[in-house]
């Protein structure tokens, strides 16, 4: 199993710059990847960005250009961030972490709120 704790939403100006994290620890050295999803009311989940062990990344349309995804590692957790920048009103969602095992599982986070307004 793995454990995911989000942190870093809050409320922000639009232009201005978040950076969330994940601290993921438990079974670790089965992560495949590791990634950011959004949901706003009334939409559905969707890809921000993720990465792989290997270092790979990928990123939603929504997040091109503007929002870099990194990641971490010790012995004892994988932390993966999520530097957002230009931040836009349209950007308001929940964002939750995800870990996805090399045998197919998938764990989410909690979730944690970003709100982008004047």
């Known amino acids: 199993q793995v454990q995911l704790v989000e942190s870093g939403g809050g409320l922000v100006q639009p232009g201005g710059s978040l950076r969330l994290s994940c601290a993921a620890s438990g079974s670790i050295f089965s992560i495949y990847a590791m990634g950011w999803y959004r949901q706003a009311p009334g939409k559905q989940r969707e890809l921000v960005a993720a990465?792989?062990?290997?270092?790979?990344?990928?990123?939603g349309d929504s997040a091109e250009g503007r929002f870099t995804i990194s990641i971490s590692r010790d012995n004892a957790k994988n932390t993966v961030y999520l530097q957002m920048n230009s931040l836009k009103p349209e950007d308001t969602a929940v964002y939750y972490c995800?870990?996805?095992?090399?045998?197919?599982?998938?764990?989410w986070g909690q979730g944690t709120q970003v709100t982008v307004s004047s």
């Open positions: 990465i792989t062990s290997g270092g790979s990344t990928n990123y």
């Open positions: 995800n870990a996805r095992m090399d045998f197919g599982v998938v764990y």
